[in-house]
């Protein structure tokens, strides 16, 4: 088993920034893929970012696109998301979601990144509120 621990939430004014930690453990070399979902009130919950294990491999939806930045530390067994530039819009509950299933083939393909069904493992989820 693997377990997820999400920190760095919080309430930020628009255009200010914040980083949030997902921390894992447990049997964690199975993992091959981090990834940030998010949920905000009354919506689905959607993708905004994944990493490979080696961290050569990024990406992003395109709501984010240039304004957060994923990255790893392996040594910590911890994945990071950058988040600058906050929008009101982006008001949710993050959630941190690691997986098993990345390999080239998958890691040319968004439409399989981006589905959360893919993911094995979830954290409890952090809130990040931006006021405007």
């Known amino acids: 088993q693997v377990q997820l621990v999400e920190s760095g939430g919080g309430l930020v004014q628009a255009g200010e920034s914040l980083r949030l930690s997902c921390a894992a453990s447990?049997?964690?070399?199975?993992?091959?893929?981090m990834g940030w979902f998010r949920q905000a009130p009354g919506k689905e919950r959607e993708f905004v970012s994944a990493?490979?294990?080696?961290?050569?491999?990024?990406y992003y939806a395109d709501s984010v696109k240039g304004r957060f930045t994923i990255s790893r530390d392996n040594a910590k067994n911890t994945a990071y998301l950058q988040m600058n530039s906050l929008k009101p819009e982006d008001t949710a509950v993050y959630y941190c979601?690691?997986?098993?299933?990345?390999?080239?083939?998958?890691?040319?393909?968004?439409?399989?990144?981006?589905?959360?069904?893919?993911?094995?493992?979830w954290g409890q989820g952090t809130q990040v509120t931006v006021s405007s």
């Open positions: 447990g049997r964690t070399f199975s993992i091959n893929i």
């Open positions: 979601a690691a997986g098993e299933f990345w390999n080239l083939w998958v890691g040319r393909r968004l439409s399989i990144i981006a589905d959360q069904s893919q993911y094995k493992y």
């Open positions: 990493i490979n294990s080696s961290g050569g491999s990024t």
